[in-house]
């Protein structure tokens, strides 16, 4: 008999302890893991969007009246407020960022950076259960030796990279390193659930190009090389595997994004719409390349358009919770979000994002496509 499930089985985002790429820096002064973690920032400035998490070194915090929030014109936001952590919470606080670093002197990392400082040796012997992905070793003093626990613990210990705290340049590079390696793959999806009531018939069975706009966008995904899902609604009668149907219902486009992003939270997803004929090859190579995983979404926008263009656009997988925070407010616009987040912007000729919605609109482009 199948056991009764209380809730539905979601995929889930892939992440540590606090993020979805997380690493702990412990094993000496907490002055020095600081000192450390901003020069880094400060070093992969533009480049990676990074957060610091530590523990209050004061013992003299009195319990907060009220939560406080300093806006400044330059963007910069303090905030002191009451929070209580849990996992939950924790891991939608740090949803935004592209690497998480951890003072792992007082909080655990899924990976770690390992100091060696003869002063703190004690401590590494302390949280030896909590060191089990060691992606770099820095010697706070020239020529000092691994400690015995690491070696026992870790047999090729002495070929994970090794620092001198000094080299700080260097140090950032492999941290860099490390956050790339952690960017999520791209996968395309094709929007072809749409009503398509100003056209009177499903536009992705229009023909431009000899097929169904439907098979010709896929196959126009699948030559960049992304594994393509096609977006449909459940009543659809669309008969292939790779199909995502939609789960958050009367929503249009911005609910296809998010089932896909419910289906899979660990990629980003290239969205392309079935009614853009001019979209080609070139293009979305261009997208791709100009991608910035950074930002909550990668977007087209035309030259002399206002707005940038949703249904053109990778979305990262940190978009996927803003997504739903702007739901929340009773807002499912996807041109929306794109306008009130921080993206990447590519611009294009106009004629490229050219969206066909009726007949008239589909006999002009098809004969001007037959011309070339």
Not at 29 to 41: F, G, R
Not at 93 to 120: A, R, T
Not at 210 to 222: A, F, I, P, W
Not at 237 to 263: K, M, R, T, W
Request: with cysteine; glycine share 6%; hydrophobic share 35%.
């Amino acid at each position: 008999m199948e056991q009764h499930r209380k809730h539905a089985k979601l995929t889930r985002r892939d992440s540590g302890f606090y993020a979805s790429s997380e690493i702990a820096l412990l094993g000496t002064k907490c002055s020095a893991i600081q000192e450390l973690s901003e020069y880094i920032a400060k070093k992969l400035s533009g480049k990676i969007r990074i957060a610091y998490a530590d523990a209050s070194h004061s013992s003299t915090l009195e319990p907060m009246a009220l939560d406080s929030f300093t806006f400044h014109s330059s963007g910069d936001l303090q905030i002191r407020r009451h929070y209580q952590q849990n996992p939950y919470q924790d891991k939608l606080f740090y949803s935004s960022y592209d690497l998480l670093l951890i003072n792992g002197n007082h909080y655990q990392g899924k990976s770690q950076v390992v100091f060696l400082d003869p002063e703190k040796e004690s401590s590494i012997k302390k949280r030896i259960d909590q060191i089990n992905d060691v992606k770099l070793v820095i010697r706070m003093s020239k020529g000092i030796k691994a400690f015995d626990c690491l070696l026992d613990k870790f047999p090729g210990f002495s070929e994970i990279p090794h620092f001198d705290f000094d080299q700080q340049d260097q140090i950032a590079e492999e941290i860099e390193k490390f956050a790339h390696h952690h960017v999520p793959p791209v996968k395309g999806l094709v929007l072809a659930g749409g009503q398509s009531m100003r056209m009177g018939r499903d536009k992705g069975l229009l023909n431009y190009f000899g097929k169904s706009q439907r098979s010709y966008t896929v196959e126009l995904l699948q030559k960049c090389n992304l594994d393509t899902r096609l977006s449909v609604r459940k009543e659809q009668e669309v008969y292939d595997n790779e199909v995502i149907e939609d789960v958050f219902l009367g929503l249009g486009p911005f609910g296809a994004i998010c089932s896909a992003f419910q289906h899979d939270p660990n990629c980003a997803w290239l969205v392309l719409a079935t009614d853009l004929p001019y979209v080609d090859e070139s293009l979305i190579r261009k997208l791709l390349s100009h991608r910035n995983p950074s930002k909550v979404a990668t977007a087209v926008k035309g030259k002399k358009k206002e707005f940038p263009e949703p249904l053109v656009t990778i979305w990262e997988p940190k978009a996927y919770p803003t997504m739903l925070q702007f739901l929340a407010q009773g807002i499912s616009c996807p041109r929306k979000v794109l306008i009130n987040s921080d993206v990447e912007l590519l611009e294009t000729d106009d004629v490229y994002i050219y969206n066909v919605n009726t007949p008239e609109e589909f006999d002009s482009v098809k004969k001007k496509l037959e011309q070339g």
